[in-house]
């Protein structure tokens, strides 16, 4: 189980279902483009990037860990989306890497005088 937590097991399972088992099952589906871009990639794929940038500064993991859910995702988009869609990997790293360095706790002055 230790060699699980050290590869970061949870952030792996939630980049394969999330970034490629999800966007085949909606392509099998047939679903809307409103409903797929909506509220998929914008609500839904762009919460999981927000909660793995804060969950790994908070839990004090490494912060590569920031790639797999990008990366899994641009997996996904590319066997089952439109070529445009594959940007969102790239927006979603951006807003992970984002969230990770406006959760870190600052290390400097804690207040600037005037």
Known sequence: MN???K?????WVVGIVMGVVVPLLMKALELSAVLRFG???ILINGGIAIATGRLIVQK????WWLLIWPVWFLIGAMLAWPQYT???????LCVAYLTAGLSTPETGQSEIKN
């Open 3 to 5: 060699l699980f937590k």
């Open 7 to 11: 590869i970061g097991w949870p952030y």
């Open 39 to 41: 509220g998929l990639l």
């Open 60 to 63: 004090h993991q490494p912060r």
């Open 86 to 92: 594959w940007a969102f990997a790239v927006v979603y």
